[in-house]
């Protein structure tokens, strides 16, 4: 593991694909988007809901990271899904072995869990862990929160582990940060994740940018792979239009008309009717006088 590894990772879990899933959004859950009884603009929804979407996205960055630094370690890495007695699949976040010892994590962010949810923590990791035990006869549990500076629930975390312990009558672990390096006797790893963060976060501008005409050709070639009917949701919402979700998004709707001829080149009805629909809206919107060619000018 080394920094540029560390930042592709975040890279791709991050910023990859955020496009055409912000258009899903936007298609399938519009109401958390417009409305009059918002207090924000726009583009506020908008940064607002990547800002977020990036928070969620840095648990499934942090969990790659954590794999890949395990096998640096030189742990057998051991494919992460199970099921239970009834077939119902379940997902480690980190299994692994030395040979010797099968070892799970469950893995988040923080400790900022309310009490449902530090509950339902609780109950998934005993059934991961009798699904394991059952399967090895011994195991190495362990829960693991790596921002160190959040551990609202250690107190109750450690007795319900402690009570788990007694009861399958095997080693259970809860960590926080540093602590489960220096467990693994690689407490240096920690340090150089500090520092790769600090290094990654300095490199990020203070917002994303959410103007996909920016870039039209890249955004065009990322979102020409949305789903037909999440295309006929976003064109048939006058909302999304009239509330300035969209222009927020295409500023001068250069990319939108990239998607237009690519909509015109496919040829088929459903295809048809999206260039149909795409095409009034920028001629409402935009003032783009559509004049049914393609691309490169020629008429289809």
């Known amino acids: 593991m080394n920094y540029e590894k560390f930042c592709a990772i975040l890279n791709k879990h991050i910023f990859e694909s955020e496009k055409?899933?912000?258009?899903?959004?936007?298609?399938?859950?519009?109401?958390?988007?417009?409305?009059?009884?918002?207090?924000?603009?726009?583009?506020?929804?908008?940064?607002?809901?990547?800002l977020q979407s990036h928070e969620i996205r840095m648990g499934d960055a942090l969990e790659e990271i954590i794999e890949v630094v395990l096998a640096f370690m030189g742990f057998e890495i051991l494919p992460g899904s199970i099921t239970d007695n009834s077939g119902e699949p379940l997902?480690?976040?980190?299994?692994?072995?030395?040979?010797?010892?099968?070892f799970f994590i469950e893995q988040k962010v923080r400790d900022d869990?309310?009490?449902t949810k530090k509950r339902g923590q609780i109950s998934?990791?005993?059934?991961?862990?009798?699904?394991?035990?059952?399967?090895?006869?011994?195991v190495h549990g362990i829960m693991y929160f790596i921002d160190p500076d959040l551990s609202k629930n250690r107190n109750?975390?450690?007795?319900?582990?402690e009570k788990l312990e007694k009861f399958y009558g095997i080693k259970l672990s809860l960590f926080y940060g540093k602590e489960l390096f220096e467990y693994l006797k690689y407490p240096e790893m920690w340090d150089n994740i500090l520092s790769w963060l600090k290094q990654w976060k300095d490199s990020l501008q203070e917002l994303p940018?959410?103007?996909?005409?920016?870039?039209?050709?890249?955004?065009?070639?990322?979102?020409?792979?949305l789903e037909l009917r999440n295309w006929r949701k976003i064109?048939?919402?006058?909302k999304l239009w009239e509330e300035g979700i969209i222009k927020s998004l295409f500023r001068d709707g250069t990319t939108l008309k990239l998607l237009l001829f690519y909509f015109r080149s496919q040829r088929t009805?459903?295809?048809?009717?999206?260039a149909n629909k795409l095409s009034e809206r920028l001629k409402k919107y935009y003032g783009y006088a559509d004049d049914n060619r393609n691309e490169n000018g020629k008429n289809p």
């Open 269 to 274: 009805k459903p295809y048809d009717q999206l």
């Open 20 to 50: 055409i899933e912000l258009l899903r959004k936007l298609s399938e859950y519009p109401g958390r988007f417009i409305g009059l009884f918002r207090p924000t603009k726009p583009r506020a929804k908008i940064l607002q809901h990547l």
């Open 113 to 115: 869990h309310d009490s």
């Open 91 to 102: 997902l480690l976040d980190q299994y692994f072995t030395d040979g010797k010892v099968y």
């Open 124 to 138: 998934n990791f005993e059934k991961k862990l009798e699904i394991l035990l059952n399967k090895h006869g011994h």
């Open 209 to 225: 940018e959410i103007n996909f005409d920016a870039e039209p050709r890249e955004s065009f070639e990322e979102i020409k792979a």
């Open 235 to 238: 064109l048939d919402n006058d």
């Open 156 to 161: 109750y975390y450690l007795q319900e582990l």
